[in-house]
């Protein structure tokens, strides 16, 4: 069992160090052999990964690999998370109150928008999320698709509210925050046509 | 980096495998490796591809001093020493 996590850590190693480094992954793995005869091959795993995320800024591939995770866990998931709290919490006063204005006008009239409006923001997050996951697989032709998903949630969020609760501040500036995000996204995908990693 | 040259210019012509490399500096294989691929990149150390011991294992990388690293391997031992020891011109 621990045999196995080492070789799977190795593994995780030698795809940290991309396509230049393959020649010391391979390194990496042919001792894992003679750590695991002294008993220390998780150790020497551990160490291997360590080794190859000290080495992810040095080389190109390291620092895409740095750049997508970073957009993915430190913009696109906390995004998504924001947007899921605000169905979870006090809604719709959590989403359209956050734009800091005056505190949405809801009455018997306007009510029944509240679900669908709900909906629509968790469409929003679960489109973030799959984003996120489709960045890290580097599946750009699937992050068009999940992008294209995400706009039209967007851009039906903004006249939703605007029609049903004449404030759409907060779905403007959600749509603003998707624009930048999915222009990372896109510069990202551009970067890695140029180089086509694996 | 000191405690690499050290260990790699007990025997400098021999060549070393990284595990070995490891219990011999005390260096861990997050530390060694860096190192490694530093000083190779730098035309320090060289490595060649080496065939397994016993059969069904895979190749092993092995490491030694080039010249250059071997001279820097003296001059850091050199640094090192104490100045009454040091050797000097005549």
Redesign the interface.
């Known amino acids: 069992m621990r045999e196995k996590a080492a070789r799977a850590l190795v593994a995780l190693a030698g795809r940290s160090l991309g396509g230049g480094?393959s020649?010391?992954a391979?390194?990496?793995?042919?001792?894992l052999?003679?750590?695991a005869e002294?008993g220390r091959a998780l150790?020497?795993?551990?160490?291997?990964?360590?080794?190859a995320w000290?080495?992810l800024p040095a080389h190109e591939e390291g620092r895409f690999i740095l750049a997508s995770n970073a957009l993915a866990l430190v913009l696109l998931v906390p995004a998504a998370a924001l947007l899921l709290a605000s169905v979870a919490g006090d809604f719709p006063f959590s989403y359209l109150g956050a734009a800091g204005g005056q505190m949405p006008l809801v009455n018997d009239a306007n009510l029944p928008a509240v679900p669908p409006l709900a909906a629509l923001v968790a469409l929003l997050a679960a489109a973030h999320l799959r984003i996120a996951w489709l960045v890290l697989e580097r599946d750009w032709d699937r992050v068009a698709g999940a992008a294209m998903l995400a706009a039209a949630a967007a851009v039906t969020s903004v006249i939703f509210t605007a029609v049903a609760f004449v404030d759409c501040a907060s779905a403007i500036r959600q749509a603003g925050t998707l624009c930048v995000e999915l222009a990372a996204v896109a510069a990202l995908a551009r970067w890695h046509g140029r180089r086509a990693y694996a | 980096m000191l405690a690499l040259l050290e260990g790699l210019s007990e025997r400098p012509r021999e060549w070393r495998?990284?595990?070995?490399l490891?219990k011999k500096t005390g260096l861990?294989?997050?530390?060694?490796?860096?190192l490694l691929?530093r000083m190779t990149e730098q035309g320090l150390v060289e490595?060649e591809w080496q065939a397994p011991a016993q059969p069904g294992?895979?190749?092993?990388?092995a490491y030694r001093l080039t010249a250059s690293g071997v001279a820097l391997a003296r001059a850091s031992e050199e640094a090192g020493r104490p100045s009454g020891l040091r050797v000097s011109p005549a």
């Not at chain 1, 150790?43 to 080794?51: E, P």
């Not at chain 2, 495998?17 to 070995?20: A, I, K, L, R, W």
């Open positions: 480094g020649g010391w391979l390194a990496m793995e042919a001792e052999d003679a750590a002294d150790g020497f795993a551990l160490g291997c990964v360590a080794a000290r080495e | 495998h990284g595990y070995e490891m861990s294989s997050g530390t060694l490796y860096p691929m490595a294992r895979p190749a092993r990388h």
